[in-house]
């Protein structure tokens, strides 16, 4: 039975994550840069480590949730120190960021040097879903890995669905990535193009929701937009950047998808107008120009 875990990456969703966790009364060490982050976890229950390595070390399960360049700076840290290192044989190591396909590969070729077993398990969904225990977790890995740790990983994820081997799951988080982002677009342009035509966003959204387009996202996003609320929900450099791997990997299977190119191009120039840190919905700041 699994009941050490260690958690890296106390971010916008992982803080609530690990939250549960504590809560579920698992015996958790976490691990975060951010000090106040983790003072907040020690408070609940957790305990605090100063490296990646301790919060690895002689844990059952240790749970990684970080964009791509810090997860693979605090895999090796400094050799001695990185959660590779404290990772013992018949551990199970999770990936739950988004990383390309190359990165999550590494990894999990580590994970099987070191006599590791590894799940591919990239989560979805907002801060919102994490604070609920409403996450949605992709699965690529071994079937019988997954049953093992299911009861966990039901703290904070309502749907945990298994799509295949490893790397499946990043693929299809890719999927996900690309049609959250063409969603997320469409209902910022048609609150533009309402606005331009006299409608208040209060109306084009009391239309849309009486009708086949009405979904959660429209129904949440469009009324935050429409309260000027752009609470950090996901951060809009973290949906620019898995569009990107999206479009590499279109390029590379030389695939045509021209509503992608065009959400690639508006999500880069929001970046690049310096709202990567904001809400994904600020998407919509680009169209008001």
């Avoid at 301790?54 to 400094?78: F, R, T, Y």
């Avoid at 009861?151 to 996900?176: P, W």
Wanted: charged share 20%; with cysteine; glycine share 10%.
């Amino acid at each position: 039975m699994i009941k050490e875990i260690g958690f890296i990456g106390l971010g916008t969703v992982g803080r609530h994550m690990a939250a549960h966790l504590v809560k579920g009364n698992y015996r958790l060490t976490v691990y975060d840069r951010n000090r106040d982050e983790v003072e907040e976890l020690v408070k609940l229950g957790a305990k605090s480590v100063d490296t990646p390595r301790e919060a690895a070390n002689g844990n059952d399960l240790v749970i990684v949730i970080l964009p791509e360049a810090e997860a693979e700076e605090m895999a090796a840290h400094s050799g001695e120190n990185g959660f590779l290192a404290g990772l013992a044989p018949g551990a199970i190591l999770t990936s739950m960021g988004t990383h390309s396909l190359e990165a999550l590969q590494g990894l999990a070729n580590e994970a099987v040097n070191r006599r590791v077993s590894f799940l591919d398990a990239p989560v979805w969904g907002t801060k919102e879903h994490a604070a609920n225990g409403l996450l949605t977790l992709l699965v690529g890995g071994d079937p019988a890995l997954l049953s093992r740790c299911r009861e966990i990983f039901s703290h904070f994820c309502l749907n945990i669905i298994h799509v295949g081997q490893v790397g499946d799951a990043t693929r299809m988080k890719y999927v996900v990535n690309l049609m959250q982002a063409e969603l997320m677009q469409a209902v910022a342009e048609g609150l533009v193009l309402g606005n331009k035509l006299g409608f208040s966003a209060e109306k084009v959204l009391e239309v849309l929701d009486s009708g086949g387009v009405s979904s959660p996202l429209l129904q949440a996003k469009g009324r935050a937009i429409a309260r000027g609320d752009f609470s950090r929900n996901l951060a809009l450099k973290y949906v620019q950047e898995n569009l990107s791997r999206v479009m590499e990997m279109a390029a590379r299977d030389k695939l045509n998808l021209p509503a992608a190119e065009a959400v690639s191009r508006t999500f880069a120039q929001a970046v690049a107008d310096g709202r990567g840190e904001e809400d994904f919905s600020a998407v919509i700041k680009v169209l008001w120009k």
